[in-house]
């Protein structure tokens, strides 16, 4: 879409910073935002919907395309609603809360099927997500950056726009126990050596873990300050379990508890404050049920790349019934010891963790002769490294899943993926960060 726009005509649409333009709203950016057209030029309004006659002020044009705030709703889309939450524009968490859930849902399946269309050129079938129950208070972690305004203390998200701390705290994306403590720390305060409160909640267990990240050259006589600090909150919740600091040394955990436990179904996992784990318990149930019914059911062995502490392949090694060998490769020496007791914890013996990176860990699984009936990618968000893609390809698997969170890399992959052996099968996104513009994308491919 936007490669269309030729700058060199940019005058011929007579758009300038402060003009207050009115504007048919036909689609939507990656992020939400609402796109329509004036003069052949590209306009982007935040908080515009699909269908809806706005009007707007233009704030500044970059690369082509121009960029406006929301004046007026002139004729509103029957999907739009009043936000669920009071700070919901200022706080940063959620970005859809103007839309309807349908509406929502039906905004993601787009961006999906138009980046297979538009970045990996494939014309195949974009399903529609799979809704979530609860599109509210199921974060099981979270950042808060801290701010102070003369005695003030605020913990909220970092506006990625502004590069500036959000003005208000979220309130719905995570579970009640959570929130009564980030009300907490913003009553009582915190040292002042404290730049981010990292927490982390079991819904298992109903547990929480906090960390405090401390300045970088913080004395000892602040470090000391901050775990009194630990201390007097630990006293004060008693579901708070694990608890500690992040320095620029490394993770000091301070409680006598060293991990929060967590289930899937029912796999247990321990989780260590560094470790990844998706954010959304219930939908990344219905993830792993997506990838149990797409693998066939003699899928003997199993690789997962990018493994983490084995959210995914420790799951199903559980179910897949004839699932005799899982090897996990993982670049974090901590997420591989997690990983590997996670296997014991579960009596999971068919298990194995290797410490690496994937695309360079792919020439020992071809000399030792490991010959994978699938493999599992789950990247992060700039997905797959060209030298995996390039081992994917000679490894051969009959089948591989790739489980993104960034459609437009997804994309990318795919494009090559598809280009040399692989045909895709299945595109299941699933609604794993409700209210956010976010969304998983489970992608079955086969050997064509």
Same mark, same amino acid.
């Given at each position: 879409?936007?490669?269309?726009?030729?700058?060199?005509?940019?005058?011929?649409?007579?758009?300038?910073?402060?003009?207050?333009?009115?504007?048919?709203?036909?689609?939507?950016?990656?992020?939400?935002?609402?796109?329509?057209?004036?003069?052949?030029?590209?306009?982007?309004?935040?908080?515009?919907?699909?269908?809806?006659?706005?009007?707007?002020?233009?704030?500044?044009?970059?690369?082509?395309?121009?960029?406006?705030?929301?004046? &007026?709703?002139?004729?509103?889309?029957?999907?739009?609603?009043?936000?669920?939450?009071?700070?919901? &524009?200022? /706080?940063?968490?959620?970005?859809?809360?103007?839309?309807?859930?349908?509406?929502?849902?039906?905004?993601?399946?787009?961006?999906?099927?138009?980046?297979?269309?538009?970045?990996?050129?494939?014309?195949?079938?974009?399903?529609?997500?799979?809704?979530?129950?609860?599109?509210?208070?199921?974060?099981?972690?979270?950042?808060?950056?801290?701010?102070?305004?003369?005695?003030?203390?605020?913990?909220?998200? *970092?506006?990625?726009?502004?590069?500036?701390?959000?003005?208000?705290?979220?309130?719905?994306?995570?579970?009640?126990?959570?929130?009564?403590?980030?009300?907490?720390?913003?009553?009582?305060?915190?040292?002042? /050596?404290?730049?981010?409160?990292?927490?982390?909640?079991?819904?298992?267990?109903?547990?929480?873990?906090?960390?405090?990240?401390?300045?970088?050259?913080?004395?000892?006589?602040?470090?000391?300050?901050?775990?009194?600090?630990?201390?007097?909150?630990?006293?004060?919740?008693?579901?708070?379990?694990? *608890?500690?600091?992040?320095?620029?040394?490394? *993770?000091?955990?301070?409680?006598?508890?060293?991990?929060?436990?967590?289930?899937?179904?029912?796999?247990?996992?321990?989780?260590?404050?560094?470790?990844?784990?998706?954010?959304?318990? &219930?939908? @990344?149930?219905?993830?792993?049920?997506?990838?149990?019914?797409?693998?066939?059911?003699?899928?003997?062995?199993?690789?997962?790349?990018?493994?983490?502490?084995?959210?995914?392949?420790?799951?199903?090694?559980?179910?897949?019934?004839?699932?005799?060998?899982?090897?996990?490769?993982?670049?974090?020496?901590?997420?591989?010891?997690?990983?590997?007791?996670?296997?014991?914890?579960?009596?999971?013996?068919?298990?194995?963790? *290797?410490?690496?990176?994937?695309?360079?860990?792919?020439?020992?699984?071809?000399?030792?002769?490991?010959?994978?009936?699938?493999?599992?990618?789950?990247?992060?968000?700039?997905?797959?490294?060209?030298?995996?893609?390039?081992?994917?390809?000679?490894?051969?698997?009959?089948?591989?899943?790739?489980?993104?969170?960034?459609?437009? @890399?997804?994309?990318?992959?795919?494009?090559?993926? /598809?280009?040399?052996?692989?045909?895709?099968?299945?595109?299941?996104?699933?609604?794993?960060?409700?209210?956010?513009?976010?969304?998983? @994308?489970?992608?079955?491919?086969?050997?064509?």
């Amino acid at each position: 879409m936007l490669s269309n726009i030729n700058e060199k005509n940019l005058p011929m649409a007579g758009l300038h910073p402060g003009d207050i333009i009115m504007l048919e709203i036909d689609g939507y950016t990656h992020d939400g935002q609402g796109v329509g057209r004036m003069n052949g030029a590209v306009v982007f309004v935040r908080g515009a919907l699909q269908g809806e006659l706005v009007q707007a002020e233009i704030k500044r044009e970059r690369r082509g395309v121009f960029y406006a705030d929301l004046l &007026a709703v002139l004729q509103a889309s029957g999907q739009r609603q009043e936000p669920d939450c009071p700070v919901y &524009a200022s /706080c940063g968490g959620c970005h859809l809360q103007h839309m309807s859930y349908a509406e929502e849902l039906n905004f993601k399946q787009q961006q999906v099927q138009a980046a297979l269309q538009r970045l990996a050129g494939l014309q195949v079938e974009c399903r529609p997500p799979l809704p979530a129950e609860q599109i509210y208070h199921y974060r099981n972690n979270g950042v808060f950056h801290v701010s102070r305004q003369e005695s003030r203390l605020q913990l909220g998200f *970092w506006d990625e726009a502004s590069h500036q701390p959000a003005g208000a705290a979220c309130q719905l994306l995570f579970p009640l126990p959570l929130n009564e403590l980030v009300a907490h720390l913003q009553q009582t305060g915190l040292p002042l /050596c404290v730049s981010d409160v990292l927490l982390r909640f079991s819904f298992a267990e109903e547990k929480i873990m906090l960390f405090l990240r401390i300045q970088p050259g913080s004395s000892k006589k602040a470090l000391a300050e901050a775990s009194l600090c630990l201390q007097q909150i630990s006293r004060n919740f008693a579901n708070l379990a694990v *608890w500690g600091l992040q320095t620029d040394t490394g *993770w000091q955990t301070l409680s006598a508890e060293k991990y929060l436990t967590d289930t899937l179904a029912d796999v247990r996992y321990q989780i260590a404050p560094e470790a990844f784990f998706q954010v959304n318990n &219930a939908q @990344t149930l219905r993830l792993l049920q997506v990838i149990e019914q797409a693998l066939p059911p003699d899928t003997e062995q199993l690789l997962d790349a990018y493994c983490g502490i084995g959210t995914l392949g420790l799951a199903l090694a559980k179910h897949l019934p004839g699932l005799r060998r899982l090897l996990g490769i993982e670049l974090n020496r901590g997420a591989v010891a997690s990983a590997r007791q996670n296997a014991r914890l579960n009596d999971l013996v068919q298990a194995e963790f *290797w410490l690496g990176k994937a695309e360079q860990e792919f020439a020992k699984v071809l000399r030792q002769g490991f010959v994978p009936d699938a493999v599992i990618v789950d990247p992060p968000r700039r997905g797959c490294h060209q030298q995996l893609l390039n081992g994917l390809l000679q490894l051969a698997p009959r089948q591989l899943i790739y489980v993104s969170c960034n459609p437009a @890399t997804l994309a990318r992959d795919l494009r090559l993926l /598809c280009a040399e052996k692989y045909a895709v099968q299945l595109v299941q996104p699933v609604d794993m960060f409700p209210r956010t513009h976010h969304v998983e @994308t489970v992608v079955l491919l086969s050997k064509g």
